[in-house]
């Protein structure tokens, strides 16, 4: 199951990067059953998410997405 979605082009160019750099690195993980992500993916989609307010929130839902399943 592919994820074909692309970053909105409203986005600042470097959050469209972060998440479609993500997203690309989804479906390799998917297309080769491997176990994780490299954490690197994660951090830069978090970084950059971070360096904007209007999208503090949503890095915020993330951390606690990702901190919900590793319980």
Same mark, same amino acid.
């Given at each position: ?38 954490? =690197? ?12 307010? =209007? ?17």
């Amino acid at each position: 199951m592919s994820i074909d979605k692309k970053a909105s082009k409203f986005l600042p160019q470097d959050v469209q990067d972060a998440i479609n750099t993500f997203i690309t690195q989804t479906n390799i993980i998917e297309e080769y059953d491997l176990d994780y992500m490299p954490t =690197e993916y994660t951090v830069n989609l978090l970084k950059t998410l971070g360096k904007y307010p =209007e999208f503090i929130n949503v890095a915020f839902e993330l951390i606690d997405i990702l901190n919900n399943d590793k319980n």
